[in-house]
Nanobody, 122 residues
Framework: QVQLVESGGGLVQPGGSLRLSCVAS????????MGWYRQAPGKQRELVAT???????MYADSVKGRFTISRDAAKNTVYLQMNSLAPDDTAVYYC????????????????WGQGTQVTVSS
């Protein structure tokens, strides 16, 4: 199996910064796309940012210029640097990874972390 474990969430004042981390572990042969999604109370889960294994990135319009996604392939880790945080950024943030297991012919699946709470409030 594959596990994703997020860390780095917390309470921050408006204008502040946080850095989220997500480590993927288990029966991983190749990690393709990794990304961050978020879900605010009463809203659907939405994409925040994604990064390919070639390090191409994509961002939601609402976070462009404020958030930066990066990855350390050797550590199977993806990061989300969040700056200029606003109350609208309050949500549970979920890590996502598209993974091939075991070998070149192994199965490919999409995995999610358990989520980490980010609260932006004064």
């Amino acid at each position: 199996q594959v596990q994703l474990v997020e860390s780095g969430g917390g309470l921050v004042q408006p204008g502040g910064s946080l850095r989220l981390s997500c480590v993927a572990s288990g029966s991983i042969f190749i990690t393709y796309n990794m990304g961050w999604y978020r879900q605010a109370p009463g809203k659907q889960r939405e994409l925040v940012a994604t990064i390919t294994n070639g390090e191409s990135t994509m961002y939601a319009d609402s976070v462009k210029g404020r958030f930066t996604i990066s990855r350390d392939a050797a550590k199977n880790t993806v990061y989300l640097q969040m700056n200029s945080l606003a109350p609208d950024d309050t949500a549970v943030y979920y890590c996502n990874a598209y993974v091939r297991q075991y070998s070149y012919s192994g199965p490919r699946n999409n995995y999610w972390g358990q989520g980490t709470q980010v609260t932006v409030s004064s």
